[in-house]
């Protein structure tokens, strides 16, 4: 079953971070997506409506929705931990690598932060598609042993008190941090809400970012 | 497989490192990377721990030193080479020269929305019932298969306790050797992080989900 690819003796992959991986990568993909459309496996126009699927439409804009309800209304958020797959479907989002979701609720007491060890299994219907950090080796390698230290390079740090839990994909369930609500917010309306919800602290990287703090990632 | 896509507790990839306002790909090849792949295994040619598997077997040191997407290349000519649905050397150019396999689903585009919107439930009926129940203590099992599985190295022959019950899923150690989707029940795990650790982590339990034959009982 292992073979060399027919690539791999043509290509340096000895530095895939340069420029040459870009014009490599390029072409091999292109050489590939014609050869599989000439087969008749593959249709184009259905790449294009995969491609403007996850740029424009999923992302962790749905999540924050999902998690804005979830502060508004005590009834929401109770169906969204016992039973997120439902109450997220609610809503409208469901589908590919969103089949089964489990939500996380963080409190004062319990932190959240949800990984793939084993590779890169992320909830797409309420995040979109995983930011190359949580695919990556060091994200992936860290974050089950020393998930404070992971926060620490989000600039986050917990009180030692706090119980940090760690939740590892490796099944098709996936996790969906509920983070806590801000204080100082209990009169803002829904939008303003989702509105501070950052994918990363969906993931259980990060906080919900107040208004005046730099949000690290806008949802 | 031990490979080293198993990072969990692997040291010295140095920080994470986040990028601000990230977009969901880097250049136009990884759109097209990422399209091809979900329209092929959209085709039914082979299922999604089949893929997976593919992909931890690009060898050790050309995974590290590879970014996500062209993993998901590499897998993706493995598999299409493996099943005889293209060449070496049509690969090369992107020219057919051999007559296509007959492929049934061809995803369109216009089924793009209704597919994705449906994803792909991995729950299954299981006439056995389940072994263990929440709140029952278990040990993963010693293991080490040269093939396919999703329990992690980091947390082989430790104690955990149940915490939830996902009913029957499709089994990946037997799903990615071509041996049916054998269903499993599926549980969550908790361990403590000193039984995967010892001293030597900022986690206070970690969470992995484990099918049956992963665990065995203890006390």
């Given at each position: 079953m292992q073979g060399a690819l027919p690539h791999d003796h043509l290509h340096s992959d000895d530095d895939p971070d340069?420029?040459?991986?870009?014009?490599?990568?390029?072409?091999?993909?292109?050489?590939?997506?014609?050869?599989?459309?000439?087969?008749?496996?593959?249709?184009?126009?259905?790449?294009?409506?995969?491609?403007?699927?996850?740029?424009?439409?999923?992302?962790?804009?749905?999540?924050?929705?999902?998690?804005?309800?979830?502060?508004?209304?005590?009834?929401?958020?109770?169906?969204?931990?016992?039973?997120?797959?439902?109450?997220?479907?609610?809503?409208?989002?469901?589908?590919?690598?969103g089949e089964h979701i489990v939500a996380l609720a963080n409190t004062p007491r319990v932190h959240n932060m949800v990984v793939c060890?084993?590779?890169?299994?992320?909830?797409?219907?309420?995040?979109?598609l995983p930011p190359v950090w949580y695919k990556s080796a060091p994200y992936r390698a860290r974050a089950v042993i020393d998930p404070r230290g992971v926060l620490a390079d989000f600039g986050v740090t917990l009180p030692a008190d706090v119980e940090v839990r760690v939740w590892d994909s490796t099944a098709e369930i996936r996790y969906l941090v509920l983070p806590e609500r801000p204080p100082g917010t209990e009169r803002w309306s829904e939008d303003q809400l989702a509105a501070i919800v950052t994918r990363d602290s969906m993931i259980g990287t990060g906080l919900p970012a107040m208004p005046g703090e730099r949000a690290q990632e806008p949802a | 497989m031990n490979g080293v896509h198993d990072m969990g507790g692997a040291m010295n990839f140095g920080p994470v490192v986040p990028e601000r306002n990230e977009p969901p790909f880097h250049h136009e090849w990884e759109r097209r990377a990422f399209a091809v792949t979900l329209a092929m295994g959209a085709t039914g040619q082979w299922n999604l721990d089949?893929?997976?598997?593919?992909?931890?077997?690009?060898?050790?040191?050309?995974?590290?030193?590879?970014?996500?997407?062209?993993?998901?290349?590499?897998g993706l000519e493995r598999l299409l080479l493996e099943r005889r649905l293209v060449t070496r050397d049509e690969l090369l150019d992107g020219q057919a020269r051999t007559a296509p396999l007959p492929i049934a689903n061809v995803l369109r585009a216009d089924r793009v929305a209704t597919v994705l919107a449906r994803g792909a439930s991995t729950q299954r009926e299981r006439a056995?019932?389940?072994?263990?129940?929440?709140?029952?203590?278990v040990r993963t099992r010693v293991v080490h298969p040269p093939t396919h599985t999703r329990l992690p190295r980091y947390c082989r022959g430790k104690r955990g306790t149940i915490v939830r019950v996902h009913g029957a899923h499709v089994f990946p150690d037997a799903n990615a050797r071509g041996q049916g989707e054998a269903p499993q029940w599926l549980y969550t795990v908790r361990f403590d992080a000193g039984e995967l650790w010892g001293p030597d982590t900022t986690a206070d339990a970690v969470f992995v989900d484990c099918w049956e034959p992963y665990l065995e009982a203890s006390r």
């Open positions: 340069t420029g040459s991986e870009l014009s490599e990568m390029d072409a091999r993909v292109r050489a590939l997506e014609s050869l599989l459309t000439a087969k008749g496996y593959i249709d184009p126009a259905a790449l294009d409506k995969l491609i403007e699927t996850y740029e424009t439409k999923v992302g962790p804009h749905n999540g924050a929705r999902v998690v804005a309800k979830a502060w508004m209304e005590p009834d929401f958020r109770k169906w969204l931990l016992a039973d997120a797959t439902a109450a997220i479907a609610s809503l409208g989002y469901t589908g590919r690598q060890t084993l590779c890169s299994c992320y909830p797409w219907p309420v995040l979109g | 089949q893929s997976r598997d593919a992909r931890e077997r690009t060898p050790p040191a050309r995974y590290l030193a590879s970014s996500y997407y062209r993993i998901w290349i590499a056995a019932p389940a072994l263990h129940r929440v709140g029952d203590v």
